[in-house]
Every structure is written in C-alpha cells, then in structure tokens.
C-alpha cells in the first residue's frame, strides 16, 4: 500500500470509482442547484445569470443521471434468491422487488421518450406522460421499502442485542446505520414525487427540493457505507458510520 492510499485524496478516489456513489453524488449537485436557482429567483428577486447558470446545470445533471441509470433494472435481480429464501414477509418482499423493478423501467421508459431515444409521442401511454408513470411508480416504491426497511431494522436490532462479538456488533451497527439513511431516502424521494404529482397533501414547489437534497446527501451516504471495508480493501471513511 502507498502512501497515497492513506490519504483523502485516496480514500475519495476509491470511492468515485464506484458507479453508484457518483450517481448519488450527482442528485445531490442536481438539487442544490435547482433549490439555489430557486431561492435567488424567490427570496431575492435575482433574475441574473447564475440563476440561468444554475437551472442549467440542473438540468443538465439530471439528464446525465437519467441516461446513466438505463438497465439499471437488471441488478434487482440479483435479490431474488434471498427473496425465495425469506420465510416470514415473502409476500412483502416480492412487492418490493416488483416496485424496483418498475420504478427503473418506468424511469428509463421516461429517459429514452424525452431525450431522444424514440419520438416523444411515444411517450403518453393512456393520457398520462412518461413522467408522471415514473413518479408515481417511485412514489409507490418508496412506500414499499420504507417498510420493508423497518422490518430489517428491527431484525438487526434483535442481532446486535445477542452479540457479543466487538467486530460483528460494528458490521452490524454499520448495517442499521446503512438501513436508517435509506429511510429518509424513501421518505424524502417520495414526498419529493408525491409534490411532482400535485397532490395537496405533498410539500410545496420549494420543500420538494429540499426533499429531493436530503434524498441525495441519504442515498451518498448510503453507497459511502455500503463500500465501507470490503475486506480492508475497500473504501475506509474516517467518518462515524453510524447515524447518532
């Protein structure tokens, strides 16, 4: 190991080589644009060119993600042994492996009809456009994991209570803490699409990017836990890895 390894500089490059982590380091850029775009325009009456600067990287961020995220959907499938495996919330599992799946099928159908892909007629289906499909299937999806979630909180609750191995019980802290982002992931993501669909009880126009930027510092954080010592290999955060 060099001595490049050991510093931030490393430890960061070995992370950005992780496909997702960059992903969700893009939603996190897409969203404090759009919110700072917003906030110049609104608060202070600024019309200049950084808004104009901002709602373009925006925009062009998110274009970048979307087209980055097609096929996404396969790697869902790589869950369904431990879905025939579960004894107990099978049915609840399946549910969720359904609503993965069409939330990314139902985003990339919404990414190859708006840029390009095929003719953007394509993209009504029964009067309703591609993006509204899309949000409405992610807002259902969130829902879905967000309880699933709670399920394997409480299950890994009850394993760090009967360890009592000091380098298991941190793998299985590192787990629920893993767990408690992705939760405000989906709660956030789906308040965030609930606002894009107009319902009255989501957040407003302003909220909903808030919602959207904490979505997208959880999902980070995710990915950075997630690649936290693969075998002392892996990306090593110097940060706590658990939420409190």
Known sequence: MSYYDGTWIGKMDALGKKTE???????????SAKLGAFMLENDFGY????????KGLAK?????R?????????KHFEDIDDIVEEKEY??????DFIMNMAKDLTENFETITKYGFVPKSYGIVSGFAADQIADFTKMCQCFVSFFVTLIEIG???KKIERCDDSSKCKKLHLKCSFLYWAQIKYFTDGMKCAASLGYSWAPNKRWAMVCGLLAGIADARKQTLKNWDK?????????????L
């Open 47 to 54: 019309k200049g060119e950084a808004v104009k600067r901002l």
């Open 66 to 74: 979307k087209i980055f995220k097609l096929g996404k959907f396969l």
């Open 155 to 157: 299950r890994m609750n």
């Open 231 to 243: 075998g002392g290999k892996g990306y090593q955060p110097s940060i706590d890895p658990y939420l």
């Open 90 to 95: 099978n049915g609840l599992m399946w549910m």
């Open 21 to 31: 982590w960059r992903g969700k380091t893009g939603k996190v850029i897409q969203y």
């Open 60 to 64: 062009l961020v998110s274009a970048s």
